[in-house]
């Protein structure tokens, strides 16, 4: 089997967590680091969350690289509230007994990609601060790439964030705007089909009775998406919770879960009330080239069986 060299920039974060976890599970997927960027928490908590859940999984071979605390021009504006104030919801895993690396995370993004082009698939599941600072650093890793697979975006999806923004993208719309023009091979995995893909407590107690109760990695998967899925229903008064990065994940292995659209993609940096919107040139009306791939439709079923058979394999391993 061909195996996937993955390179994934995130805030841990309780989705960022199960996407780590699936690709532990996943042997599509060879994961060849982690680095971090303020977003859903304080980034040095989202680092020890990397190094904790990466242990957890028996993982700790994969180095983690600390990025940006916060966004190019916004300050930092972390989800407790969405993901806990450790940014793992009620999940509590003992101290890291790893270290991060002492390199920056865009100087660790550049070093490996450079030293594997056209090799490996960046997966970006948080604020895009660490990836646009990379890009005008070095943008010859624009071509180095080989995909990148990027959770963000909303189109006829209302957005998480006022008035039409999607966390990530509003968390930082200006260094969203740099990677969405920089040239990357993007894919974008936006709203409309993340928050069809939703965990549920019947997909859980799935998890608790396939695979070995007393595995730290169901105690976990149960503790974190308890806190997601209150969350969901108390702020959008949904049942279950979005597993946005999970999602992105595992298009680095089944890209057909999703169908895609070369599309225009711009994003509004003004402060008005459209605000870090992510807008689509749908009916080609500006006579831009596409500069990006956005998926607009999931096979919802198919991913979260997918997903729940890789936790339980996981947990069993
Ligand atoms: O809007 C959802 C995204 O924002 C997810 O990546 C979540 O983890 C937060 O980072
Ligand atoms: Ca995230």
């Known amino acids: 089997m061909e195996r996937s060299r993955v390179l994934l920039d995130c805030d841990p974060g309780i989705d960022d967590a199960l996407a780590i976890l ?42 983690v690289a600390q990025g940006c605390a916060r966004g190019l021009i916004k ?15 009620y999940a509590e895993l003992p101290a890291p007994r790893t270290q991060p690396l002492a390199q920056h995370a865009v100087d660790f993004l550049i070093a490996t990609l450079l030293a594997a082009p056209g090799e490996i698939t960046l997966v970006a599941t948080g604020p895009l601060t660490n990836v646009a600072l990379a890009v005008r650093r070095e943008p010859r890793i624009v071509h180095a790439v080989q995909r990148c697979i990027i959770m963000g975006g909303a189109f006829r999806h209302e957005g998480n964030m006022p008035l039409r923004g999607e966390y990530n993208v509003w968390c930082d719309p200006h260094a969203a705007r740099i990677v969405f023009h920089s040239g990357l091979p993007i894919t ?20 608790a009775a396939q695979a070995n109760a007393r595995s730290p990695i169901v105690r976990f998967i149960a503790d974190a998406t308890r806190f997601y899925i209150a ?55 500006t006579g831009r080239p596409p500069n990006m791939r956005v998926a607009l439709d999931v096979d919802a079923e198919r991913f979260m069986r997918l997903f729940v058979a890789r936790m339980i394999a996981l947990a069993d391993a």
């Open 22 to 63: 699936l690709a532990c599970a996943s042997p599509e997927i060879d994961l060849i680091g982690v680095t971090t960027v303020g977003g859903n928490a304080l980034v040095e908590h989202e680092t020890r969350n990397a190094l904790a859940v990466l242990e957890l999984a028996g993982a700790t071979h994969v180095p």
């Open 75 to 89: 300050d930092l504006t972390p989800a407790a509230d969405t993901h806990g104030p450790s940014g793992l919801g």
């Open 188 to 207: 974008l995995v936006p709203l409309d089909v993340t928050y069809r893909c939703l965990f549920r407590e019947a997909d859980m107690q799935r998890i």
């Open 231 to 285: 969350y969901h229903k108390s702020a959008q008064n949904i049942e279950g919770c979005a597993i946005n990065d999970a999602l992105a994940m595992a298009l680095v292995f089944t890209p057909d879960l999703v169908t895609t659209e070369a599309l225009y993609v711009d994003v509004e940096t003004g402060d008005g009330p459209a605000h870090a919107a992510t807008c689509a040139d749908f009916w080609r009306l």
